[in-house]
């Protein structure tokens, strides 16, 4: 989802870091073989999603939605070399694709997959996370949030995907629409939670950011 015109964003995207080879060739490998392709992170911003892990150097993070696992090497770029990223989805068919991309990877023995739930999954992690990034079925959105809080450490981050929802955030919702209306309704209760400090971002279909006070 492009909020700005395409020559505009073409020139964004040509003045953003290159996108690593091994990506490029899971994006082509995505768009080639997998149903809704338009769900990977993408070059931009995989790219941002790597500056801002970057930036964070978390030794814990957590993937809400691992997809082709796309988002899952962008943000395993700025982990610690100790450190470990626990990805959740619940498709098993999309595992062997991940598994190859990410072994193919720097961070092979450093990503820990998990399939099933990401409700059930999560009540197991033992660990403190310092990078959570929510992108699943947007239903689930506030109760992710209210799992993984007691995860996290002052200065933690978490970042949300699709919270513009393609403009639907602004539009009147119909009443059969439950996608849209909990996008709303997370993006005031993130906006307004007594533990956190939140910007949302409008990169590519909306990104927030919110850290642990």
């Not at 009443?175 to 307004?192: A, G, H, P, S």
């Amino acid at each position: 989802m492009h909020f700005i015109p395409d020559e505009l964003d073409d020139y964004v995207v040509a003045h953003s870091q290159k996108e690593p080879e091994l990506l490029e060739q899971l994006s082509r490998e995505t768009w080639q073989k997998v149903l809704v392709p338009r769900m990977l992170s993408g070059h931009y911003q995989g790219r941002v999603l790597s500056m801002i892990s970057k930036l964070i150097n978390p030794k814990n993070i957590l993937e809400i939605g691992t997809y082709t696992g796309y988002s899952a090497l962008c943000l395993a770029e700025g982990m610690q070399k100790e450190g470990e990223l626990h990805t959740i989805d619940i498709n098993e068919e999309l595992y062997d694709l991940q598994r190859k991309y990410f072994d193919k990877s720097a961070y092979g023995n450093q990503i820990i997959q998990h399939i099933g739930n990401a409700l059930e999954v999560i009540s197991t992690l033992q660990t403190t996370f310092d990078l959570v990034f929510i992108d699943a079925d947007k239903q689930n959105y506030p109760n992710y949030l209210e799992l993984i809080l007691p995860k996290l450490k002052k200065g933690s981050v978490i970042l949300s995907d699709n919270v513009l929802w393609s403009g639907k955030v602004l539009e009147t919702i119909s009443k059969d629409d439950k996608d849209t209306k909990t996008i709303v309704l997370y993006n005031k209760l993130i906006n307004e939670h007594l533990k956190l400090e939140t910007v949302l971002l409008p990169i590519r279909d909306g990104l927030t950011i919110s850290r642990v006070k």
